[in-house]
Structure formats: structure tokens, C-alpha cells
């Protein structure tokens, strides 16, 4: 029943307990990053490094009629310059990466144009130099001559009749089927579930709204960057800041048409991706100049590039209708999405359109969704893609309702949430999820009782994101010193070296800092699928879990040996090794480790794993926001972050996933967007002018985490990386209601929004 | 290929000499020139704070110096921050409290942040929140950062 919880700025509502697994160690990479040492890809040197530059179109949508690259050839200092020409072969196929098939055409498109350009900063030409402002110059040499085209920069404006079409072979797919259409529109797909015709009928109230999200970057810190060096025994080699080394190796292995053999990626520290970071975009550009050149090229995007040239996610239109009984039961909901894909097909509207109505149990509800090409870079995942573009719209439409039942908004969403064993739209039926657990943590936090001020208001909102599997490897070997070095192929993007070693460490009863963990090259450990889609804990740490158990049961067996005595009859527990029936037969784990070498020789494990079992992950926010009424500025005054995590392995980077995810969701509500001018350019591509969050804009984002523990997992991990975006937009769009009287639709909710609507309150 | 200026400055309390380009920032002079690639470059336009350094006392975003104006200055960068093998209390504080995740910012912050307790040994929240905006962070949400600041002046002025 409800009871207030005590506050505290950081909880967790653990359900079990650890020895390693739910501390909070240093992390082990931690001393190179605070004290300079960490190597990211824009500190790789070699001997001999040349510097690449790219010429990138001023257009948003031209024909490419011809290009000339002599003059900047014959620049002193310059060694190479290659276009689309220069890869070996026409493309023809398809490419699966896991995140959607796409044509080899495209691909080797988006990073060196060929027949057109499609987004003002698309790649067209790289030079390479002995010295990058050299090759800086040398690009602004190359003349190319363009019959420039109207842009289309929305879904509305795409889809609209007789819109200028981006790609003259894209036909429509249309419900499944291939049509002849010609069409900015790539896909359109429907989920159904019951007779939404009929629940309306049942329904007492009914919600319809249309909302629009606008395009938002994910805003790393880092700015994208490669080195590449063709050898002269034919082996690439690649140095980059990337979620997934072998993600690379699979995409240049495509592009380039050679054997995964044939390339090795060493993945450097990497400043940032939240998804932005999986596609490959100078990688191919830089291996082309390395194989003209025979030496090494590096090539940095500016913070400019890095806007209009990679990611973002992103915008959207949607259409929601949502029908409740007086009692508040939901009898049917229709959503349509359409998301922009970029310049190439593949936007995150399928993931936004089976997240849509995943929250809520319904009888009856259709999801269509539309994949639209626009003139905008082609988009990349950005932390539970589609996911905050749909909840911006349901979220904010399930408030309303609660509005006009005249009921508590948690209560309508209690009521309605989706649980274990609840079908989703989509088709899905939930295994073992923590909704109502996340939603009963709100209800009796004192941040949802506590009075408001002046000019303030609150609003919640709830999101969910599935997590993924695929797979991961971990090595480990044991060393005489009692530690053991971990291999693992997860880039360490928020404290993952830690959370995987502890699962390690849990399991051989030694301390986490007592695990050794490195991350290494594809040449070096088994295939491992990106960080992102919140797998690595999980999966990675899976990975760790059954090398470690491999690791135990070889001690077992060596304490074993060396005690004459029977496998069965000796265990280990908290490193220690011990005969079940004789106490004198008991050694550590360090004591053990230290006489390997001597007793048959080194212990390793090692696990590739491709687990099931991923447990979806459930967020809510509260949020406070206090609006100046004179000028329309916002300010979040207090914000409590929830969502049910299975198990927080390391609470404080759970924390602070759940806070960073919620402060990007805050950036998308209130400031941050691709803002175009009529040429189809962006027009704010600085830090300056693309205004995402500062500390300065922001109370403490205090954090709850509920553990309702995956059962598909050893330790009960779900992904936590995603789902804390998702609530973000609404929450605050709910906030804004309550405080101003008026909702608002569109994101950003900004001063200049937020000024005509209470100017429209007046009248 | 420009002119190279002769540069004398001292780098973390060490006599550095280097010759640099006109057109070259001291960000790029400190990362590819002396080889202290621990300031990382966001932005180059001033706006992230990745590339703060402290020159003759004040923290500057060294993407917005010219090397050659480091002539006779004192820089202290992140590699500077440690004495010896023994953290700043700062650089504890922030591995201690959980408050960085892919890293990239953090040298920028603690530069900035030491440069703040230099000045201001006990902010208010507030007022740490002031002097780091224009430090950016993509990942904690800042929570952790400012209570990592919060932290080491509290251990700064115990100690």
C-alpha cells in the first residue's frame, strides 16, 4: 500500500545482495582519465602519419555533375585525394549490420557521394597531406560542379505530393508488400492487436492530438575520428573511437569487399557515442588514402561535421488517439509515426513503434509506422531510438487523459500497466518486467507529494526500451598473484570495464579491483557486438560470468589434484578453496593461483556467448519546472529520475546512465534542434548555437533504481542505458501544462513556445 | 609552408621550447607539437571546455590561444594536475565519485574545477555550477561532477 519513501538523493530498491556485485569500486580505467593518460582515437600517432581532410557539400540536395581534383593534387604537400571512384568495384548488394539491411550502394554513399548529395556536410571528396592544414586547403582546390535541387527537410514536407524526391529508385514498401510507388516514403508497416473500431465505441473519453519532435544530435564531446593504415602485406588496420570494433571491421570488410580477415581494428578510448558512434563514416575515407598512399591517414571531424555530417536521430510527426473508460481502463489506442531516416533509408521508427504503446496493457490498438527519406544526414541510433519521439506523443496523450477522467496520472497509468505476461501491440508478450514496481516508486516518493511554487509545475511521464543481446566474448586468465586479467571486446563507454570485471569477480570471490580489465582488437578475442542497445552489462558481463564459472571449476579440479581428493568433494566460495568434509584442506584462491605453474600449468576461461533471456527496461521521471512568465525561460527545479534496472551491478554508473539520460531528454524537451534554413542547411551547428544542457542549467538529478531482477540473467541485469531518455519530453511537456495552463506539442518547448503560448492564454 | 615561431613557455613547471605555425592554437601546439594529448579538442570554437588549460593563473580554452602567445607564459594542463604519482584531491574525488563515464570532458573539468578551489575554496553549489558552464558534458548530467567538486573542497579544506 502506499507508504512515503525516506528521501534520498541516489536509492536503490535492492531486492538481493552481492559480496562484489552492487558495490561501488573505482573503476580500473579510471586513473588515465583523470589524469590525461587515456589514449582516444584523436590521440593515436604513428611514424609517418599523413592528415586526411574532407570536402563536404554546401548543397542539401544536388546532382553531382563533375568533379575535379587536379588542382588539388598538383598542392605542394599534398599525397592523395579519392572520391567514390575510388572504391574497387560498382557497389551492388545487400548489407546487414543488425540494425536493418541496406544497399552497398548507400552505404559507400553516405561516405563519399556519387551521383548526388543528399544533406548540406555530405562527404565528396578526402585529401590526404603531410600536415592537416594543408589538406584543409588542398580541399577547397577541388572544383565541383552541382545542379543544386529543392530540399525536403521534415516528414511532412517528404511525404507531402509532388515533394522533390531524393532517390529516384525508392519505392515505397508498402504493409509488407513491394510497390512500383516512387516515393520519399521507404516503408510504411502497421502492428494491430484486437478492434480498435470497437474499443473506441466502448470508450467514455477520447484523446486526439498530433506532435511533432524535432531533430536533435546526440552531442558526444568527442568529434568523430579514424586512422587507417593500408600495409603493404594488404592488412588494414584501423584506430578509431567507436561502440563496436568489430561493427567497423564488418562495415569496411562491405564497403571495401575484402575478407574480415583482412582488417584488424584496435577500438581507442572513445569520448562519447549514445549510438552516434556505430556507423562507420571517415573509416573508409581514411583506408582509401592509406591504400593510395602506403602510410597511415588520420582524419578528425570538426564539431560542424560532426552536426551535419553524422547521427543525429530523429525527427518526427505522430498522430495519437487514446480511448479510456470513465473508470480510466484504456480501451484502444491508435498512434502513427513517421520518422525521419536521413538521406538514406533506415530511421529508428520501427524501434519508436513498438515502444509506442509497450507501457500500457490494451485490448485493442494499431501502430502504424513511416520510414522517410529526408535531406538531413542520415540518422544514427541515439539511446532508445524512436523511442522519446513516440513517448513525446503517448505520454503526453495518456495526460491529457488522466485530465479529462479526472484522474491521478500515475493512477491511470497503474491501472493500465503492462506486466508480466501482458501482449504488446507489436505482437510481444512481456516476460518478467517492472512497470507497476517503477510506477509504485513514483507514487510514494516525497518528490511527488512535496509543495509547488510560484509559476512551477510537475509532470510525469513513463517510457520503455527492450535491450539487447548478441554476442560477446571475454577471456581470463589467472595470474600467480591471485588476480586475473579479463579480454573483452566491449568498448568502455560509461564504466563498462568495471561492471563486466565484477560479475567476474563476484563469481571467484575476489575483489573487483583484483580483475584486470582490458579491451583489444578484433585480431584478439571473439566477436563482440557493439556497446549500445544497453547489451554490454548484460551480455558482456554474461560472457564474464561463464568464462569465471569455467576459471572456478578448473581450480576446483587443480585444488582437487593437488589434495588427492575428488572434484566433487571441493569448493570454492568467497576465494577460498575448500574440501567439503576435511577444514584442513583449504587454501585462497591467491594461494592456489600462485601454484599453477607448478601443478600442471596456467588456468584460463573464456566465453562467447549470444544470450536470450534480454529483460526490457522500464523508466519514469518527475520533473519540476518553473517558468519565468515575463520572458518564457524554464527552469527544471527538481527532477527525480526512475527505472527498474533487474540488478545495478555498479550503482553509481546505473545513476549515472539513468542522469545523463535524463538530462539529454531535458536538452530535446526544452532547447536542442536541427534548425534549417530554406536552403535546407543547419544553421546552428556549433556548441554555441546547438544549446545542449549546462551545469548551470540543471538542479541534481536525483535517481531511483528499482530492482525487479531479470530472471534471464545470472545476476538479474537489464540494460540501463536507453529506457532513462524516453520520459524525459513528455514528463517535462507535462510539467509545462501544469504550470502555464497550455500544452504544448512540438518540441523544443523554448522561450519563443513557450512566450506565444501564454501570449495566446492572454487572449 | 608559414614561418615557424620559436616559443619559450613553461609546461607543468617545465622549461618547454617548441616551434609552432602562427596559424597553430595552443591546443594543437600542447597536443601535436609537445605531445600532451591529455587536452582534447570538442569544438575548437571555444564552446565545450574540452581544451581548458590554466595559462599564467586563469583558465583559458587553449582552442582560442594562438601558440605563439604562450611566449613566456606558465600553462598547467591535466598532466600537470597530479603531483607525482599521488591524484589531486580533485582527480580522487571525481574517480571516487563515479564522475565521469567515456571521459573525454573530465580533463577540461578538473582543470577548471582545481582552478575554482584555487579561487573559491568553499562554492555553493551554485556557484560551482556558474564556474563550470562552460564545460560541457554529454554523459553524468553533471550530478556527479559538481558533487565531486563539492567532495574535494570539503577534503581540500580538512586537509
Known amino acids: ?763 | 609552408m608559414p614561418a615557424k615561431t620559436y616559443v619559450q613557455s613553461i609546461i607543468n613547471g617545465e622549461h618547454v621550447d617548441f616551434l609552432c605555425e602562427p596559424r597553430q592554437s595552443l591546443l594543437e601546439v600542447l597536443r601535436d607539437v609537445v605531445g600532451l594529448t591529455g587536452t582534447k579538442e570538442g569544438c575548437n570554437d571555444g564552446n565545450c571546455g574540452a581544451c581548458t588549460v590554466e595559462l599564467d593563473g586563469r583558465i583559458v580554452t587553449s582552442c582560442l590561444v594562438l601558440g605563439v602567445e604562450a611566449e613566456g607564459k606558465e600553462i598547467t594542463t591535466i598532466e600537470g594536475v597530479a603531483e607525482g604519482s599521488t591524484l589531486h584531491p580533485l582527480q580522487q574525488s571525481f574517480l571516487e565519485n563515479a564522475a565521469l563515464q567515456c571521459g573525454i570532458c573530465t580533463p577540461g573539468f578538473i582543470v577548471a574545477a582545481k582552478s575554482l578551489l584555487e579561487h573559491n575554496p568553499d562554492p555553493s553549489e551554485h556557484e560551482i555550477r556558474f564556474w563550470l558552464a562552460n564545460n560541457l558534458c554529454r554523459c553524468t548530467g553533471y550530478d556527479k561532477i559538481i558533487r565531486a567538486v563539492q567532495d574535494a573542497a570539503v577534503k581540500m579544506q580538512e586537509a
Open chain 1, 1 to 763: 500500500m502506499t507508504q512515503t519513501l525516506d528521501y534520498e538523493p541516489n536509492m536503490v530498491l535492492a531486492t538481493e545482495t552481492f559480496n562484489v556485485v552492487g558495490t561501488r569500486p573505482i573503476r580500473h580505467d579510471g586513473a588515465d582519465k583523470v589524469t590525461g593518460r587515456a589514449l582516444y582515437g584523436a590521440d593515436f600517432d604513428t611514424a609517418g602519419l599523413l592528415h586526411g581532410h574532407i570536402l563536404r557539400s554546401p548543397h542539401a540536395h544536388a546532382r553531382i555533375k563533375s568533379i575535379d581534383t587536379s588542382a588539388a593534387e598538383a598542392l605542394p604537400g599534398v599525397l592523395a585525394v579519392v572520391t567514390n571512384a575510388d572504391f574497387t568495384s560498382d557497389a551492388d548488394g545487400v548489407v546487414d549490420f543488425g540494425e536493418g539491411a541496406t544497399s552497398l550502394k548507400w552505404l559507400r554513399d553516405n561516405v563519399l557521394a556519387s551521383d548526388k548529395v543528399l544533406y548540406r556536410g555530405h562527404a565528396v571528396a578526402g585529401v590526404a597531406a603531410s600536415n592537416p592544414h594543408v589538406a584543409e586547403e588542398a580541399v577547397q582546390l577541388i572544383d565541383v560542379q552541382y545542379e543544386v535541387l529543392p530540399p525536403v527537410v521534415t516528414v511532412e514536407e517528404a511525404m507531402a505530393d509532388g515533394a522533390p524526391i531524393l532517390h529516384d529508385d525508392l519505392k515505397t514498401e508498402e504493409l509488407g508488400e513491394q510497390t512500383d510507388k516512387v516515393s520519399n516514403v521507404a516503408q510504411h508497416f502497421q502492428h494491430k492487436k484486437g478492434d480498435t473500431a470497437k474499443g473506441f465505441s466502448e470508450a467514455d473519453v477520447v484523446v486526439e492530438r498530433e506532435y511533432r519532435a524535432k531533430t536533435v544530435h546526440q552531442g558526444y564531446i568527442e568529434p568523430h575520428n579514424a586512422t587507417a593504415l593500408w600495409n603493404t602485406d594488404g592488412r588494414l588496420h584501423i584506430w578509431c573511437s567507436t561502440q563496436g570494433a568489430f561493427t567497423v571491421r564488418d562495415a569496411m570488410a562491405q564497403m571495401l569487399e575484402m575478407p574480415v580477415s583482412q582488417i584488424r581494428v584496435i577500438p581507442m578510448e572513445i569520448g562519447g557515442g549514445f549510438g552516434g558512434k556505430i556507423p562507420v563514416y571517415l573509416e573508409p575515407v581514411a583506408a582509401l588514402l592509406s591504400r593510395k598512399t602506403g602510410q597511415a591517414v588520420k582524419i578528425l571531424m570538426s564539431r560542424a561535421d560532426v552536426f551535419e555530417a553524422s547521427g543525429p536521430t530523429c525527427g518526427s510527426w505522430s498522430r495519437v488517439k487514446i480511448g479510456a473508460k470513465s473508470d480510466g481502463t484504456i480501451t484502444a489506442a491508435e498512434v502513427e509515426l513517421a520518422c525521419e531516416a536521413g538521406a538514406y533509408p533506415g530511421s529508428p521508427v520501427g524501434a519508436g513503434a513498438m515502444c509506442a504503446l509497450a507501457a500500457y496493457d490494451i485490448e485493442n490498438g494499431t501502430v502504424d509506422g513511416y520510414d522517410v527519406v529526408v535531406n538531413k544526414p542520415k540518422t544514427a541510433a541515439y539511446r532508445a531510438p524512436g523511442a522519446p519521439n513516440a513517448a513525446y506523443a503517448v505520454e503526453q496523450a495518456v495526460d491529457e487523459l488522466a485530465d479529462d477522467l479526472g484522474m491521478d496520472p500515475i493512477e491511470l497509468r497503474l491501472k493500465n500497466a503492462a506486466k508480466e505476461g501482458t501482449r504488446r501491440v507489436d505482437g510481444p508478450t512481456f516476460n518478467k518486467v517492472g512497470l507497476v514496481e517503477t510506477l509504485e516508486a513514483m507514487r510514494d516518493h516525497p518528490h511527488y507529494s512535496a509543495p509547488l511554487g510560484e509559476n512551477q509545475g510537475r509532470g510525469i511521464a513513463i517510457g520503455f526500451w527492450f535491450n539487447i543481446g548478441f554476442d560477446s566474448a571475454v577471456n581470463l586468465a589467472v595470474n600467480a598473484d591471485g588476480t586475473v586479467s579479463l579480454t573483452e571486446g566491449s568498448t568502455d563507454i560509461g564504466g563498462s570495464r568495471a561492471s563486466i570485471a565484477m560479475q567476474a569477480a563476484e563469481v571467484l570471490g575476489i575483489a573487483a579491483e583484483d580483475i584486470r580489465p582490458t579491451v583489444v582488437d578484433t585480431d584478439s578475442i571473439g566477436y563482440t557486438a557493439v556497446t549500445g542497445g544497453s547489451r554490454t552489462t548484460f551480455a558482456t558481463g554474461w560472457a564474464a560470468y561463464e568464462a569465471a564459472q569455467s576459471v572456478k571449476q578448473q581450480m576446483i579440479e587443480r585444488a582437487a589434484t593437488i589434495w588427492d581428493v575428488e572434484a566433487d568433494s571441493v569448493e570454492m566460495a568467497d576465494g577460498v578453496v575448500q574440501s567439503k568434509s576435511d577444514p584442513e584442506l583449504s587454501m585462497t584462491f591467491a594461494d592456489l593461483a600462485g601454484q599453477l605453474g607448478r601443478t600442471g600449468g596456467g588456468i584460463t576461461g573464456t566465453a562467447s556467448v549470444n544470450p536470450s533471456g534480454v529483460g526490457g527496461s522500464f523508466a519514469g521521471n518527475i520533473v519540476d519546472i518553473e517558468v519565468d512568465p515575463e520572458t518564457g525561460k524554464t527552469d527544471v527545479v527538481r527532477f527525480t529520475a526512475f527505472q527498474d534496472v533487474g540488478k545495478a551491478i555498479h550503482p553509481s554508473y546505473v545513476e549515472g546512465q539513468m542522469q545523463g539520460g535524463s538530462v539529454q531528454g531535458i536538452g530535446w524537451a526544452l532547447n536542442e534542434e536541427y534548425y534549417m534554413n530554406d536552403d535546407g542547411g543547419m544553421v546552428n551547428s556549433t556548441l554555441l548555437d546547438y544549446r545542449m544542457p549546462t551545469s548551470l542549467d540543471l538542479p541534481m538529478i536525483d535517481t531511483v533504481i528499482v530492482e525487479v531482477a531479470n530472471p534471464g540473467h545470472p545476476f538479474g541485469v537489464r540494460g540501463v542505458g536507453e529506457a532513462n531518455i524516453v520520459p524525459p519530453t513528455p514528463a517535462v511537456a507535462n510539467a509545462l501544462r501544469d504550470a502555464i495552463g497550455t500544452r504544448l506539442y512540438e518540441t523544443p518547448m523554448n522561450s519563443v513556445a513557450i512566450t506565444a503560448a501564454l501570449a495566446a492564454n492572454e487572449d
